[in-house]
């Protein structure tokens, strides 16, 4: 098993819905949480990181984690074209190893 | 603040020269990391350098080598270049670096564009 899963997507979403976007750990160590946002042809952007259970909010980005059931989420209100990326989660283990999915991409249609 | 800078952005190559890329990473953050990013494999993590010493290694082969000044700047080394080597290099620095939570969110530079030929 991954350390890290995402669903690769295509996630395609309308202009001002929901987009949900799901990630699975293996390690139950694992204590640090982040999520990167990369537009095509330009590096990660770190928009959200969570470290407790439950639901921390940015904004327009929710960042949920449930430690239990080993899956973070990051819930994005009111979608724009703009949050058309590949979206990377990634997690520091317990032994303080990083790692990235491969991420989901979301398109957001006008 | 300055965000983490990547010289040269893109370079062309051919199999068995090596290469020399540059990381200065933000004001005060201590740790770089290094990351080769391609369309079938994703983010992987070459290495990790915190105050001058490596402190993590990813799973490539000795080729591929780095350093780190006092001034928390980095260099990574490709020596004997191949096909597969063709990437998006990737340098991150951080506070802390891993296993220090909060003070390893990862801040990306642009990236170096690395074609082989």
């Known amino acids: 098993q991954k350390e890290v899963e995402q669903n690769s997507g295509p996630l395609s979403v309308p202009e001002g819905a929901i987009a949900s976007l799901n990630c699975t750990y293996s390690?139950?160590?694992?204590?640090?949480f982040f999520w990167y946002r990369q537009y095509s042809g330009k590096s990660p952007e770190l928009i959200m990181s969570?470290?407790?259970?439950g639901d921390k909010e940015d904004g327009r980005f929710t960042a949920q984690l449930n430690k239990a059931s080993q899956y973070v989420s990051l819930l994005i209100r009111d979608s724009q074209p703009s949050d058309s990326a590949t979206y990377l989660c990634a997690l520091e283990t317990g032994a303080n190893n990083l790692f990235f999915g491969t991420g989901t991409r979301l398109t957001v249609i006008p | 603040k300055a965000g983490v800078t990547q010289t040269p952005r893109y370079l062309i190559k051919t199999r068995g020269q090596q290469v020399t890329l540059s990381c200065s990473p933000i004001s005060g953050h201590r740790s770089v990391s290094w990351y080769q990013q391609t369309p079938g494999q994703g983010l992987q993590f070459l290495f990790e350098?915190?105050?001058?010493?490596?402190?993590n290694k990813g799973n490539f082969p000795g080729r591929f080598s780095g350093r780190q000044f006092s001034n928390s700047r980095s260099e990574m080394n490709v020596s004997t270049l191949e096909l597969g080597d063709s990437a998006l290099y990737l340098c991150?620095?951080?506070?802390?670096?891993?296993?220090?939570?909060?003070?390893?969110?990862?801040?990306f530079g642009p990236g170096t564009r690395l074609t082989v030929l």
């Open positions: 390690d139950r160590g694992s204590q640090s």
């Open positions: 350098y915190f105050s001058e010493t490596q402190r």
């Open positions: 969570i470290y407790s259970n």
């Open positions: 991150a620095s951080s506070l802390e670096g891993r296993g220090r939570g909060r003070y390893n969110e990862q801040f």
